[in-house]
């Protein structure tokens, strides 16, 4: 039986310098999306890159001394190192400078423009070089940007326009009839009543005062701007073709089932993107999930701050899986979350350490001394407690599903520290040090244990989608490969009569004072 295909892409990181945390967060979200549905058994196919094109990149290569293609180059490279860094298990990643991107996206423009979507003309507005975008007298606040505060400047230019207003009332209709397409709720409210409803203004898609883009064919003076190259990522790489030679990867990954990206970005997402695609006759993205920041404990994140933290930096300092789990667990579903070192450190301490590192070294170490680490299951006197605890790991796929469906990631995880930490009061309850002392309550021992070794089993499995590095650490010491999802709808699938290994220490106390 052939899988069902489930596409998750991220936005394209901008290769204008080293990307922060904040933007390596969204690599680990998707990552840990992508992950789970695998696990559910999906054929699953995660995209992300680099978009590579734009005065910035162009100004920023000069005063490096460089060309823009070189500079692009070692971004890119950065970039890549990180998301590999952080264990993100991504199938492809795309470079807006790749050779057929650039060509498809040549022939997108064409045909727009054949098909009277995409018109020459002239710009006269503000303009801010950081955002590369064009703005309106009445859109700017207080003279500035409004997008990210900075001084704006005049600028008239020749230019093609894509007419975004032929499709307004169509995309207006979208909306309205997939209540789902944009989320969370609120961003959705955001984009029909401040953006659309207002009026949608033709879009610039060309430029001519800089050079650094994908030259429009047939008018090489004019670069194809920003969002025509950077959005049509998401076809280009997956065998689009405008002629309707699409390869059979196309017809069967696309529409995508979930954009996943920044909630500052969500305008372009929900408007251009869907217009574009009525434009060339696709069909819509499932889903567009606008997550929110991460911000400092002082702040958003700025280079004027001095406050932006790399996740390199903290990885190689705490761990790939510290790292991962706070910006899974820590930042919430719909509202920006707040990133401090101190708050990290906190968090390895009590969840990492005590809850589940805990757990894992004291459940080995006891059936190493008491039956050289063989674990039997003698299904002796199953009391309350065992009871509480089997219904508990046996509750855990419905309720992680339940949860990762609606991209409730953090309430995901919680699940899981639920069931770790019912086992850690299991141990106090059942007290297996006091059984050890009576040889008639070996055989209710080994109960216990085989039941504590089977709930870390469990909880190891769904933190395979979160945590890989440290699930693969588990199943190691407790030596097992049965690692999937349907082994943990029933309890007891853990092998009778297995070895463990020695336990290793999975995160380390750090010491606060130190």
Sequence with gaps: MEKEKYYISTAIAYTSGKPHIGNTYEIVLADAIARNKRLEGYDVYLQTGTDEHGEKIELKAKEAGVTPQEFVDGVAGEIKNIWDLMNTSYDKFVRTTDKHHEEVVQHIFKKMYDKGDIYLGKYEGWYCTPCESFWTESQLVDGKCPDCGRDVEKKSEESYFFKLSKYQKQLEEFIESHPDFIQPEARKNEMLNNFIKPGLQDLCVSRTAFSWGIPVDFDPKHVVYVWLDALTNYITNIGYDVDGNETEE???????????????????????????????????????????????????????????????????????????????????????GVFSEDLLVERINSDLANILGNLVNRTISMSNKYFDGIVTNTNVKVDEEDNELISLCEGLNEKVKNHMDKLRIADSIDDIFEVLRAANKYIDITMPWALAKDETKLDRLNTVLYNLIEAIRVCAVYLQAFLPETAEKIFAQINTDIKDYESTKEFGKFVSGTKLNSPEILFARIDTTK
Excluded at 274 to 303: A, E, N, R, T
Excluded at 314 to 330: C, P, T
């Design 250 to 336: 196309f017809k069967k990954k696309w529409p995508a089932d979930l954009h996943l990206i920044g909630k500052d970005i969500i305008r372009f997402h929900t408007i251009y993107w869907p217009c574009f695609l009525f434009s060339l006759d696709l069909p819509m993205p499932k889903q567009v999930f606008g997550h929110p920041w991460l911000i400092m404990s002082d702040g958003k994140m700025s280079k004027s701050k001095g406050n932006v933290v790399y996740a390199d930096d903290i990885a190689n300092k705490y761990s790939v899986d510290a790292l991962r789990y706070f910006f899974l667990h820590e930042i919430p579903f719909a509202a920006d």
